[in-house]
T-cell receptor, first 110, second 116 residues
Framework: DAKTTQPPSMDCAEGRAANLPCNHS???????VYWYRQIHSQGPQYIIH???NNETNEMASLIITEDRKSSTLILPHATLRDTAVYYC???????????FGQGTILTVHP | SAVISQKPSRDICQRGTSLTIQCQVD?????MFWYRQQPGQSLTLIAT?????????ESGFVIDKFPISRPNLTFSTLTVSNMSPEDSSIYLC?????????????FGSGTRLTVV
């Protein structure tokens, strides 16, 4: 599994877009990029995943660079409830395991 | 996505004792994953549990300390044996959504273990 690198912490103002970067320079061709978040010791919550194309769902958008070595999770209108630890990870399309890095602590302030 | 029930949600245990954590999924899944999250840390995979075979353990984790059962396709248990305060962590089970053509992984709510 590819190793991921994220900034340890970020701040964002409520209502603004939160852009969380992730480096995964050793990602292999068949590995997806996954994003999860964990709110105060609850189980991680799936946000979004992608292979090479940009993806959008009701929670967020995922922008993956053309070389797939990095990606950005975008929360378009951050709310206080988006304060959490955000994990970027990679994994294959089979039933394989996920390996988590240290994540980014996102703090959304009023 | 799958619904996972994990119990107990928390427990306080005496050192030297063992605790068995249960994970029940609302649908059949091939693989179940057990993670540990030490205080202030990220998630670390303990092992992968397949039905009908022995679990596959990650480096640093051994079966004698963390025996796992997987009696059927909807249930698994993780036992933390001969506990010490260093075992105080949150333990989480997880399943892949791949079998439902959903690539997201679902996690249980976790078991918060404190060893005194």
């Amino acid at each position: 599994d590819a190793k991921t690198t994220q900034p340890p912490s970020m701040d964002c103002a409520e209502g603004r877009a939160a852009n969380l970067p992730c480096n995964h320079s050793t990602i292999s061709g068949n590995e997806y990029v996954y994003w999860y978040r964990q709110i105060h010791s609850q189980g991680p919550q799936y946000i979004i995943h992608g292979l090479k194309n940009n993806e959008t769902n009701e929670m967020a958008s995922l922008i993956i660079t053309e070389d797939r070595k990095s990606s950005t999770l975008i929360l378009p209108h951050a709310t206080l409830r988006d304060t959490a630890v955000y994990y970027c990870t990679t994994g294959g399309t089979s039933y394989g395991k996920l390996t988590f890095g240290q994540g980014t602590i996102l703090t959304v302030h009023p | 996505s799958a619904v996972i029930s994990q119990k107990p949600s928390r427990d306080i245990c005496q050192r030297g004792t063992s605790l068995t954590i249960q994970c029940q999924v609302d649908s059949q899944v091939t693989m179940m994953f057990w993670y540990r999250q030490q205080p202030g840390q990220s998630l670390t995979l303990i092992a992968t549990a397949n039905q009908g075979s022995e679990a596959t353990y990650e480096s640093g984790f051994v079966i004698d300390k963390f025996p796992i059962s997987r009696p059927n396709l909807t249930f698994s248990t993780l036992t933390v044996s001969n506990m010490s305060p260093e075992d105080s962590s949150i333990y989480l089970c997880s399943v892949s959504g791949r079998e439902r053509n959903n690539y997201g992984y679902t996690f249980g709510s976790g078991t918060r273990l404190t060893v005194v």
